[in-house]
């Protein structure tokens, strides 16, 4: 699966909206992009996914490069509840099925 | 509610004593699979499977084993536990290929091996 990279860390203010980068520059065309976040002492969980356009849900928004070499997750009020670590993901559909491959991820703190 | 269950959560043993942790889904996903998570290493996969029968190695696979005999559950099996293999672990399931576009993780299990 091509490489990611994100920031160590981040921080926020609670209410202000975040924006987490993450770098894929070797991306393919069968990559999609996957956020997943992890909570002090909890598993992994799912945000957001994406191909090539941009998508909302009801947790965050993905902003997608036109190029597909960069993309971000938006948190558009921020909460206490949202500090994490979040994880920016490339699945190749064609290849690694459902298997996911973590990095270190971005450590985000968010100030009251 | 849609849940991905662990046990035990915490485990503290002794080396070569054989253990099982156990994982169970209601969701009737088709895949499963174990991750170990390290400090400074990540979320590593050790072994994973496709459906009822079907097993395969992930990452770090060394010193465990696994079994999916029903479809809801697959245990993790350690024969002979060594201290390298005091971790975190998790447990994930998800809808097949494709479609599996968002994976259900388990608590977590602790385990310490002394």
């Known amino acids: 699966d091509a490489k990611t990279t994100q920031p160590n860390s981040m921080e926020s203010n609670e209410e202000e909206p975040v924006h987490l980068p993450c770098n894929h520059s070797t991306i393919s065309g069968t990559d999609y992009i996957h956020w997943y976040r992890q909570l002090p002492s909890q598993g992994p969980e799912y945000v957001i996914h994406g191909l090539t356009s941009n998508v909302n849900n009801r947790m965050a928004s993905l902003a997608i490069a036109e190029d597909r070499k960069s993309s971000t997750l938006i948190l558009h009020r921020a909460t206490l509840r949202d500090a994490a670590v979040y994880y920016c993901i490339l699945r190749d559909r064609e290849t690694s099925g459902s298997r996911l491959t973590f990095g270190e991820g971005t450590q985000l703190t968010v100030n009251p | 509610e849609a849940q991905v269950t662990q046990n035990p959560r915490y485990l503290i043993t002794v080396t070569g004593k054989k253990l099982t942790v156990t994982c169970s889904q209601n969701?009737?996903?088709?895949?499963m699979s174990w991750y170990r998570q390290d400090p400074g290493l990540g979320l590593r996969q050790i072994y994973y499977?496709?459906?009822?029968?079907?097993?395969d190695k992930g990452d770090v696979p060394e010193g465990y084993k696994v079994s999916r005999k029903e479809k809801r559950n697959f245990p993790l099996i350690l024969e002979s536990p060594s201290p390298n293999q005091t971790s975190l672990y998790f447990c994930a399931s998800s809808r097949r290929l494709a479609d599996s576009y968002e994976q259900y993780f388990g608590p977590g299990t602790r385990l310490t091996v002394t």
């Open positions: 499977s496709m459906n009822v029968e079907v097993t």
């Open positions: 969701m009737n996903h088709e895949y």
